[in-house]
């Protein structure tokens, strides 16, 4: 391990590497309650991984922590190399804007406001300027299959369109990673064949690494490496 600038940095081919992550709420007091007890997680750059377990589990939790949403009560975390414990909340939020790409089952897109402006969203945040967002959003609304909706509001679109949508969202400011929390939960069938579909070429094409949160054994069973979580442990498959 080396020290740079003041800050923990480790030297791994991991672009997440999580060592003994516990997670307690109500900490202190008689309704304490640890959801994660120890977690060690590597994934490397460029892996295709499920997360999976069931309701109650704590994936959500761990999502959570991974995607620097939450942070862990104790353990160590580190994205790129860099310690995200040591990193404060304005820092925090700048990576997760630009290093993660979200993915959620209920699509999260802002109502009212067409496909472009769904996508452009992160770039505003990252500081883009608007020619460059829109240029960028109608780009990735064409990889998504989504060029002749792009400028349809939520309520026009159906649930796969959505997520279609949302995913081109997740890859505006090109993350290191797309956290997809149960991604085709709320799709029928063939539908969420499709989805998996594009986070295939994302994998394969973009080389993106991807990690998907689900209680489907046949969803995981579709990507590289499959991770089981139970009562708030990795454990063996």
């Given at each position: 391990?080396?020290?740079?600038?003041?800050?923990?940095?480790?030297?791994?081919?991991?672009?997440i590497?999580?060592?003994?992550?516990i997670?307690?709420y109500?900490?202190?007091?008689?309704?304490?309650?640890e959801?994660?007890?120890?977690?060690?997680?590597?994934?490397?750059?460029?892996?295709?991984?499920?997360?999976?377990?069931?309701?109650?589990?704590?994936?959500?939790?761990?999502?959570?922590?991974?995607?620097?949403?939450?942070?862990?009560?104790?353990?160590?975390?580190?994205?790129?190399?860099?310690?995200?414990n040591?990193?404060?909340?304005?820092?925090?939020?700048?990576?997760?804007?630009k290093?993660?790409?979200?993915?959620?089952?209920?699509?999260?897109?802002?109502?009212?406001t067409?496909?472009?402006?769904?996508?452009e969203?992160?770039?505003?945040?990252?500081?883009?300027?608007?020619?460059?967002?829109?240029?960028?959003?109608?780009?990735?609304?064409?990889?998504?299959?989504?060029?002749?909706?792009m400028?349809?509001?939520?309520?026009?679109?159906s649930?796969?369109?959505?997520?279609?949508?949302?995913?081109?969202?997740?890859?505006?400011?090109?993350?290191?990673?797309?956290?997809?929390?149960?991604?085709?939960?709320?799709?029928?069938?063939?539908?969420?064949?499709?989805?998996?579909?594009?986070?295939?070429?994302?994998?394969?094409?973009?080389?993106k690494?991807?990690?998907?949160?689900?209680?489907?054994?046949?969803?995981?069973?579709?990507?590289?490496?499959i991770?089981?979580?139970?009562?708030?442990?990795?454990?063996?498959?």
């Amino acid at each position: 391990m080396q020290i740079i600038n003041g800050n923990r940095t480790i030297k791994s081919p991991s672009v997440i590497h999580a060592e003994n992550i516990i997670k307690t709420y109500n900490q202190g007091t008689e309704n304490e309650l640890e959801i994660l007890h120890g977690i060690n997680l590597d994934i490397k750059r460029g892996e295709f991984v499920s997360i999976v377990g069931q309701s109650g589990s704590g994936k959500s939790t761990l999502m959570n922590i991974l995607g620097l949403l939450d942070r862990p009560t104790s353990g160590s975390y580190f994205m790129n190399g860099q310690d995200m414990n040591a990193a404060p909340d304005k820092a925090l939020a700048r990576i997760r804007n630009k290093s993660i790409g979200f993915v959620f089952q209920n699509y999260n897109l802002i109502a009212r406001t067409n496909g472009i402006s769904n996508v452009e969203l992160p770039m505003l945040y990252a500081g883009l300027s608007p020619r460059a967002r829109k240029e960028r959003a109608i780009e990735l609304l064409h990889m998504v299959g989504m060029e002749n909706r792009m400028d349809h509001t939520p309520d026009e679109l159906s649930g796969g369109q959505k997520q279609r949508v949302a995913i081109a969202r997740a890859m505006a400011n090109d993350p290191d990673v797309i956290l997809a929390d149960e991604p085709t939960g709320a799709l029928d069938s063939k539908t969420g064949h499709m989805v998996m579909d594009i986070f295939h070429r994302l994998h394969e094409e973009e080389k993106k690494t991807i990690i998907l949160i689900t209680h489907s054994n046949e969803l995981a069973a579709e990507t590289s490496r499959i991770i089981h979580i139970k009562d708030g442990e990795i454990v063996p498959a």
